[in-house]
Structure formats: structure tokens, C-alpha cells
């Protein structure tokens, strides 16, 4: 036990003294190969390294300039006008346009804050003019972001699927129906919300204009089908889809829709270097620590203080549930998987939970981290686009959050509504 003691306390004081999350783990690291008397700069070193050398990891640097680059090309505008020409003449209609949009967009980058911010900017605005209260649809963005994280390609199921060795194959078609089924407790939350509310409603889009948005926005819905028949039919590995989402999105917006300019191209680059940087040196440092976890065998030492829940799957993995929330409200979503991904996930196949469907939970409560105060990535993305104070974007996400959480405690209760699709899907 002594061990588990010097792995958390040595993480959480670094954190608590403002030591950045990449350094604490080097850190954390450190702490245990010093009680372990392994000491040695050459095994941080070499652990650093193999960290960030990952062929399954280079996905995320390419999903993340694909996302970048649908932003600026005009992708994600596109696929907003279509939810608008679908749904947006329903009562809350611009609302059921965010969750839709929020669903496709996911299929397209698998980044939850540049999906919100694209959304806040583009729909928060147009909810207002409309009559719609500011917070409350700051708040229903902020949480339909959160869907990124889940549908594939998602940057969190490859964190999770390097950190477990698990195949993000699986991963990524094991997360189409959760994710979905998050868009759907959204509008029932949204209707509840917003029935009480007095707005105008658009006028219907008549077929032709239906079909204008269409036509305009088949180009940025050819490309999830593309990833999602190809990861399927064994066409390519995550990482090549990657690679091919990247290269899409770039020759549509330079050639087919001509909103990115190759001068813009030096800007689109940075901010995709910038983040793709934070990432894979957060994975390098996280790599220290996971060495010294499999050397100590801590996951054993978890399980063994679990035993007594080792023959209640359910009851294990609510108890993760609530941990992962909790810790959530403090830390972001890559960390969190990368430290205790390897520590979880020998635990949970010890109990005889399938490691698909526990990555997938596991995910998903990450990613409901991202709109928990007081840290909240995406909350505060969206407050800061928005110009929308904190406090109210917290107070707006509130019923939005909790219909997400009873989706997570609705696959706790039945495993098989994840498990049976999943495994239909993959054939």
C-alpha cells in the first residue's frame, strides 16, 4: 500500500503547489523509483521517447489539424446551415440544431472544444436574437461539445486505447451509439428547458433550400462516412484515417468550398502544432509514471483494496464513475485517462468487465469533466467566446449535465445497450 500512497501523494502535491499536470507525473514517477531504489535519468529519458513514439498516437496530431482546418474552411458552417434547414422551424428548433450539429461535427474532428467553440460562436448568438435565454444556451452547447470525445474519431478513445493497449478500432465503433444516445438526452433535456420559454420560430425551409444546404454541406458529410466504412472494412487503422481526414479537409476548404487561403494555412498549422505539443508531451510524461506503475504492480494493489467489489461489476464500476467525475471537477480529460487508464483497466478485466465497454464509460465520464466547474475546459471555451460569465455558464449546463449523467447510469444498469450495437457494428 505503501506505494499507492507515494503515487498519489506525490501527483496531488505536485499539482497542489502548481507544478504543471506533464511534470507532476515526471515527478510522481520519480517519487516511486526512488522507494523503489530504481532510480536511473536514462529510464526517464528512454520512457519520454517511447512515450511520444507512438504510430497510433500520430492520429491525434492529424485529427486535430483536420478539425482545424474544417473550422477555418468552412466545414463546420456548413454543417450548422443544414441542421438549421432541417429542424430549425421546431419550437427550440435552434437548439435541436446544436445537438445535431454537435453530433456531426463530432464524426468530423473528435475535439470537444473546438467543436463548442465553433458552435458558441456561430448558434449562441442567433438563440439569443431569438429569444432564447443566454446562459441556458451557452450551457446546451457546452454540453453538446462534449460528444466529440465519444463518437469517433475521438481523441479521447485514442488516449485511452495507447494507454490500455486496447484496439481504438473497436474503441471508435463501440462509441457511434453512446454518443448518440448523449445527443438524444440532450433534446429531451432541451425540450423540457425551452418549452417554457417564449421564442420566435423560424419559418419552415422549403424543400429547395433544404436541399441547397444539402448539396452545399454533402462534402463535409462524405467524410465521416469515408473514416466510418474504412475503419470498419479494415480499409485503414485509426491513424491513417487521420492522415486522410487532414488531407480532405484541407483540399475541400482550398478547392471546394475556397474559404481557407494559403496564407491562412501558416495560422491553421500553428494552432494545431500548439495543442498537438500539450497532448503528446502530456503522453511522454505519463509514460514515466505507467512504467514505474507496471514495474511496482500497483494495479494489484488496487485490486486488492476493490476486492470486496471484485464480484459486483456494476457496483465497481459506478464506484469508478463517481471517482472519475470527482476528479474531473480539477483536472482535465487527457491526464486523467493517462494516469489512471493503466491503473483501471487491469481492475475492471480482473472483475470480468469488458475492456471496449469500460474504455468507452471511461471516456465518456472524462468527458463529462470537461463542463464540471471549477476547471471545465469546454465551460470555459464557451464562456470566453460567448463573453458569458462563468457562474452562468455553469448555472446553464446544469440540466444538460444531468441528462448525460443518467445516459452513463443507463449503461452502468444495462451493459448490453453499449455491448450489443457494438459488436453489431464491428461484425
Given amino acids: 500500500m505503501a506505494i499507492l500512497a507515494i503515487f498519489v501523494c506525490s501527483l496531488i502535491g505536485a499539482m497542489a503547489i502548481g507544478v504543471p499536470i506533464a511534470f507532476s507525473l515526471i515527478l510522481c514517477g520519480i517519487a516511486m523509483m526512488y522507494y523503489l531504489d530504481l532510480f536511473d ?15 497510433p498516437l500520430m492520429a491525434v496530431p492529424f485529427f486535430m489539424l483536420a478539425g482545424e482546418l474544417m473550422n477555418a474552411g468552412g466545414l463546420s458552417k456548413r454543417i450548422v446551415n443544414l441542421a438549421v434547414a432541417l429542424v430549425g422551424h421546431i419550437k427550440g428548433g435552434l437548439g435541436y440544431v446544436t445537438i445535431l450539429a454537435a453530433c456531426l461535427l463530432a464524426s468530423l474532428s473528435g475535439s470537444a472544444a473546438a467543436d463548442a467553440a ?12 431569438v429569444g432564447h435565454d443566454r446562459a441556458t444556451s451557452a450551457g446546451l452547447v457546452a454540453s453538446a461539445g462534449i460528444i466529440a470525445p465519444v463518437i469517433p474519431p475521438s481523441i479521447g478513445l485514442i488516449l485511452f486505447g495507447v494507454a490500455g493497449n486496447v484496439s481504438i478500432t473497436k474503441l471508435f465503433l463501440a462509441g457511434i451509439v453512446p454518443g448518440l444516445l448523449m445527443g438524444v438526452s440532450l433534446c429531451v433535456a432541451w425540450y423540457l428547458v425551452s418549452r417554457r420559454e417564449t421564442i420566435q420560430i423560424k419559418p419552415r425551409a422549403s424543400k429547395r433550400e433544404v436541399a441547397r444546404a444539402l448539396l452545399d454541406g454533402i462534402w463535409a458529410l462524405i467524410l465521416p462516412i469515408i473514416i466510418l466504412v474504412g475503419l470498419k472494412a479494415g480499409v485503414f487503422t485509426p491513424t491513417e484515417a487521420g492522415v486522410i481526414a487532414a488531407v480532405y479537409a484541407l483540399l475541400v476548404s482550398l478547392f471546394v468550398y475556397r474559404e481557407l487561403r494559403i496564407r491562412d494555412l501558416y495560422g491553421v498549422l500553428l494552432n494545431a502544432v500548439t495543442t498537438t505539443a500539450m497532448v503528446m508531451f502530456l503522453v511522454a510524461s505519463a509514460m514515466v509514471a505507467a512504467w514505474v506503475i507496471t514495474v511496482a504492480d500497483l494495479p494489484s494493489e488496487v485490486i486488492a483494496l476493490l476486492e470486496p467489489l471484485m464480484d459486483s461489476p456494476r457496483l465497481l464500476m459506478l464506484l469508478i464513475v463517481v471517482i472519475i467525475v470527482l476528479i474531473g471537477m480539477a483536472m482535465d480529460m487527457s491526464p486523467i485517462i493517462l494516469i489512471l487508464a493503466p491503473v483501471m483497466l487491469p481492475v475492471a478485466v480482473e472483475a470480468g468487465i469488458d475492456p471496449i465497454y469500460f474504455g468507452v464509460i471511461f471516456v465518456m465520464t472524462c468527458a463529462i469533466g470537461l463542463i464540471t466547474p471549477p476547471v471545465g475546459l469546454v465551460l470555459n471555451v464557451v464562456a470566453g467566446v460567448t463573453r458569458i460569465d462563468f457562474m452562468s455558464t455553469v448555472k446553464g449546463v446544469l440540466p444538460f449535465l444531468l441528462a448525460e449523467l443518467l445516459i452513463i447510469a443507463l449503461l452502468l444498469i444495462f451493459p448490453d445497450l453499449l455491448l450489443v450495437p457494438a459488436r453489431w457494428i464491428s461484425g
Fill in 118 to 129: 465553433a458552435l458558441a460562436a456561430l448558434l449562441v448568438p442567433m438563440m439569443v436574437k
Fill in 41 to 55: 535519468a536514462q529510464i526517464i529519458a528512454q520512457n519520454l521517447i517511447n512515450g511520444a513514439d507512438s504510430f
